[in-house]
């Protein structure tokens, strides 16, 4: 079973930046896709952005212009580089892989609060 390990969380300034990481146990370059999610207090979990293995990203509307997603294959691991943060980006995010067309995984997720 593959299992996903998210860092990088934390509590960053209204203007600053966070870089998330995603480590997978497998390797990333066999998985369909991988991404982010986030999820805010009394809200739905939305997606943030997504690669798949044929190389398309795309990212949510509202984090368009300063959220940037990238995969080191070598690494096996998944970025989330989240710049010009705002406080309505607080929330829990979380890594998610489609690893085959009927399997999904998800990280334990890791909090990121934005706050002055």
């Known amino acids: 079973q593959v299992q996903l390990v998210e860092s990088g969380g934390g509590l960053v300034q209204p203007g600053g930046s966070l870089r998330l990481a995603c480590a997978a146990s497998g390797s990333v370059a066999t998985f369909i896709a991988m991404g982010w999610y986030r999820q805010a207090p009394g809200k739905e979990r939305e997606l943030v952005g997504m690669?798949?293995?044929?190389?398309?990203?795309n990212v949510a509307d509202s984090v368009k212009g300063r959220f940037t997603l990238s995969q080191d294959n070598a690494k096996n691991t998944l970025y989330l580089q989240m710049n010009s943060l705002k406080p309505d980006d607080t929330a829990a995010y979380y890594c998610h892989a489609r690893l085959t067309a009927f399997t999904t995984t998800w990280g334990q997720g890791t909090q990121v609060t934005v706050s002055s």
């Open positions: 690669i798949t293995r044929a190389g398309g990203t």
